[in-house]
């Protein structure tokens, strides 16, 4: 099945996002060549996924000066995806408090085993 940039962006999105349900990023990580971000609604911040992107290259990560506390979790506004070269694809997670651009891996998402029901992990695409 071929899915076109903005269907595949879509997509994403409403798998991370639990179809367009407030979220927040809980934390990430960036260890050798591989960025593990963790997801969650909002209200209900003990549902979480975590993304998993092999081979990043992080282009760019700009953290904004807020009055806010500093801390997790940070409120997404989006998260964009288009393909790129090389089998990457290009990704950039806004928040309020930082914006992240990578190229990467089309990632793995993982619900942890004590908040799936039937499901151990969902592949977007290989």
């Not at 009055?67 to 928040?95: A, R, Y």
């Amino acid at each position: 099945m071929n899915i076109d940039n903005f269907d595949r962006d879509k997509e994403f999105e409403n798998a991370l996002f639990r179809n367009n349900k407030h979220s927040c990023l809980k934390s990430f990580r960036l260890e050798n060549d591989t960025l593990s971000i963790t997801v969650a609604p909002y209200h209900d911040q003990d549902d979480e996924l975590i993304a998993s992107f092999q081979d990043v290259r992080l282009q760019n990560f700009d953290l904004f000066s807020s009055n806010e506390s500093s801390g997790f979790p940070w409120d997404i506004m989006g998260l964009n995806c288009k393909d790129h070269e090389e089998d990457l694809s290009f990704f950039c997670l806004h928040c309020l408090e930082c914006e992240m651009t990578f190229l990467a891996r089309w990632p793995k998402v993982i619900i942890p085993a004590e908040n799936r029901s039937n499901i151990l992990s969902l592949v977007l695409r290989s």
